[in-house]
């Protein structure tokens, strides 16, 4: 990877085309952008997706929350268990509603919170459990059910991943996903929520949530998204399992992976010990921009002490996050590869 290049390619780029926008052309000229048939198609197709009674589509990602905590009965100061290792607008959702994030450390060598932090942490004002399928790494969340304490799933913008034959979004009694142009399905913004339970259908005839509830303008979008979810994934699949040599031949390694797990490469990470600002300069020379999997864990964002999240923390600066999208150009692609080969 010789000189720098003049221009970065973008990180990620959403996968939009021609029949996404004669979609949302055809609602149009509809002339009704109100929530209507266009959302409660794109309701149901994401409940057969992730075979669940009920989805219900909100314009903002907050709803979705907001709307599950008034299910469960929570109350501002209400207690939320969550591993640090979290993305911040989850963080940034439950801080506007006024639920306290209690945060615990991840298990080691792995992107689930840790079962003995979370056993020490649980009072009678903890409400629910929130654990975010990160990076389209699936986990079994079964174990998790055992604290009889309500789990909620948060699929972190990635579907189509499953663990022992069992898909991401099955584990939780809650689901919640985020359509913003990172997630693997984009309407430009919104969130969802996804459960068994029935009174999840009732909450959204009362009129504080009927006001925001998703547009059809931006749900006729998530309908052509979704129809072709699976000729994105397969795109992913050959980007991702090309990376996946690349890995095995060079210094870095996975995280969370095993010959169980199937994955949607919504996103592509990799844990390595070379330092973050190597990779980083390296990979520019090409024009290639590589994040840390998260900007900064929470505990980090609140000003807890470090010490507590060993870790998270570990995970923090050894995980790198590649660029992975459909679009992605074919030298793109193999400057990655050398990169992964070649500092990672």
Request: aromatic fraction near 8%; include cysteine; glycine fraction near 8%.
């Amino acid at each position: 990877m010789g000189e720098y290049k003049d221009s970065m390619i973008r990180f990620n780029k959403p996968t939009i085309r021609r029949k996404d926008l004669e979609s949302v052309l055809n609602c149009m000229i509809e002339d009704d952008l109100t929530p209507g048939n266009h959302l409660k198609q794109f309701s149901s197709l994401l409940s057969k997706r992730l075979s669940l009674q009920e989805a219900t589509v909100f314009s903002n990602y907050c709803s979705a929350f907001e709307a599950v905590f008034h299910l469960m009965g929570s109350q501002r100061g209400d207690e939320v268990i969550m591993p640090s290792y979290t993305r911040s607008s989850v963080l940034s959702t439950l801080l506007k509603l006024g639920v306290i994030p209690i945060l615990v450390d991840l298990e080691e060598d792995s992107l689930m919170p840790s079962i003995e932090d979370i056993k020490r942490k649980i009072t009678n004002k903890t409400k629910s459990i929130i654990i975010s399928q990160l990076f389209g790494v699936p986990y079994d969340l079964r174990r998790y059910k055992e604290f009889h304490i309500p789990l909620i799933e948060d699929l972190d913008g990635s579907m189509g991943s499953t663990v022992d034959g069992k898909t991401t979004g099955s584990f939780g009694d809650f689901i919640t996903f985020n359509f913003t142009d990172d997630s693997i399905i984009t309407t430009g913004s919104g969130g969802m929520l996804g459960s068994n339970d029935k009174r999840l259908r009732e909450l959204v005839v009362e009129s504080a949530f009927v006001e925001q509830l998703m547009s059809d303008f931006n749900a006729s979008l998530g309908i052509s998204q979704l129809v072709k979810l699976s000729e994105n994934i397969e795109r992913r699949k050959k980007i991702g399992e090309y990376y996946d040599n690349a890995v095995m031949a060079g210094g870095c390694s996975f995280i969370g992976r095993d010959e169980k797990k199937d994955l949607c490469y919504s996103s592509y990470i990799v844990r390595t010990k070379t330092p973050f600002e190597v990779s980083t300069g390296f990979f520019k020379k090409n024009g290639i921009p590589i994040k840390r999997g998260l900007d900064k864990p929470l505990h980090r964002l609140l000003d807890e002490d470090v010490h507590r999240f060993r870790n998270t923390e570990n995970l923090y600066h050894e995980i790198v996050a590649l660029p992975i999208y459909p679009e992605l150009g074919k030298e793109d692609i193999e400057n990655i590869v050398r990169g992964i080969k070649t500092v990672l």
